[in-house]
């Protein structure tokens, strides 16, 4: 099992960046492929970005391809979403994710464990 706890949320003004990091308590942190989720209000959670175990491969939403950058650090047990060029649509709670499954990093059903989220909120 592995328990992930994100930061790193705020608020931002549009065109500011803001860096989410997400912790994993598990000793086998590099077993996991990770990801990014969001949840605006009243909307269903989205896929933003996922990374491979071993950091090598990205692959990110299209509403977010080129402003964020997803990044890994099995060493300390961290992946982080650096958020640049912020825009208002970008306001969520942004989730944390692990897998051990291989396909499909952008289904929400794939992943097994979850943080409990953060907040960031981009304001115009």
């Known amino acids: 099992q592995v328990q992930l706890v994100e930061s790193g949320g705020g608020l931002v003004q549009a065109g500011g960046s803001l860096r989410l990091s997400c912790a994993a308590s598990?000793?086998?942190?590099?077993?996991?492929?990770m990801a990014w989720f969001r949840q605006a209000p009243e909307q269903e959670r989205e896929f933003v970005a996922t990374?491979?175990?071993?950091?090598?491969?990205?692959y990110y939403a299209d509403s977010v391809k080129g402003r964020f950058t997803i990044s890994r650090d099995n060493a300390k047990n961290t992946v982080d979403l650096q958020m640049n060029s912020l825009k208002p649509e970008d306001t969520a709670v942004y989730y944390c994710?692990?897998?051990?499954?291989?396909?499909?990093?952008?289904?929400?059903?794939?992943?097994?464990?979850w943080g409990q989220g953060t907040q960031v909120t981009v304001s115009s």
């Open positions: 990374i491979t175990r071993s950091g090598g491969s990205t």
């Open positions: 598990s000793r086998t942190f590099s077993s996991y492929h």
């Open positions: 994710a692990a897998t051990t499954r291989v396909g499909q990093q952008y289904k929400e059903y794939v992943y097994d464990y």
